[in-house]
Nanobody
Framework: QKQLVESGGGLVQPGGSLKLSCATS????????IGWFRQAPGKEREAVSC????????HYADSVKGRFTISRDNAKNTVYLQMNSLKPEDAAIYYC?????????????????WGQGTQVNVSS
């Protein structure tokens, strides 16, 4: 059974940091692109960052470049999102998603499997 389980969300003050984790199972993890997406209330789910199977291709939304870093540990079948300098507009439910075709295209439309999400709140 293919599963993704996110963790690490919470409440943080503006300027603070959080590190999200997404543990997966049931995939040939080395062969998939995996990414982070977020959805704020009343908005569509959007891509935040993706990383290819080979680690050498990463994508970041313009709004998070320089603040967020995606990484993956293929030995642990896990992807991470280090989020620094958080802003109130970063508040959302963060989801990880797997693109089994490893398209190198960072978009919700290529995602085959989703996790259940983890809430991130940024507020003073």
């Amino acid at each position: 059974q293919k599963q993704l389980v996110e963790s690490g969300g919470g409440l943080v003050q503006p300027g603070g940091s959080l590190k999200l984790s997404c543990a997966t199972s049931g995939f040939t993890f080395d062969d998939v692109q995996i990414g982070w997406f977020r959805q704020a209330p009343g908005k569509e789910r959007e891509a935040v960052s993706c990383i290819s199977s080979s680690h050498d291709v990463t994508h970041y939304a313009d709004s998070v470049k320089g603040r967020f870093t995606i990484s993956r540990d293929n030995a642990k079948n896990t992807v991470y999102l280090q989020m620094n300098s958080l802003k109130p507009e970063d508040a959302a439910i963060y989801y990880c998603g797997v693109d089994e075709a490893d398209t190198d295209y960072c978009s919700t439309i290529v995602i085959d499997y989703w996790g259940q999400g983890t809430q991130v709140n940024v507020s003073s």
